[in-house]
């Protein structure tokens, strides 16, 4: 989670990974990625990435960093915002 916005996350032996809209035909385009279908319906922004595609700590690294730098465009959430407003 990046300020409230899913980064990525696992299911099953995949790895999530939400990179937007903009970024999805390239995700898709990597070995290894392929459309996430969790609710039978593809997630445009959203795709697994098989264990294979995770298997070294740079991998990893590499597609954690992608969701973790879409989730950061995001605008923060109603939680977020009553949170900010709360602290002042």
């Not at 990625?33 to 319906?41: N, Q, S």
């Not at 995770?54 to 960093?65: I, K, M, P, S």
């Amino acid at each position: 989670m990046v300020g409230g916005k899913m980064a990525c996350g696992i299911n099953k032996d995949d790895l999530m990974v939400r990179v937007g809209p903009d970024s999805y035909e390239d995700a898709l385009a990597e070995p290894h990625a392929r459309l996430m279908d969790f609710t039978g319906r593809p997630m445009k922004g959203i795709v697994y990435v098989g264990p294979e595609g995770c298997r070294t700590d740079e991998a990893l690294a590499t597609w954690v960093t992608r969701g973790a730098e879409f989730a950061a465009t995001l605008p923060p959430g109603p939680h977020q915002r009553q949170a900010r407003t709360k602290r002042g």
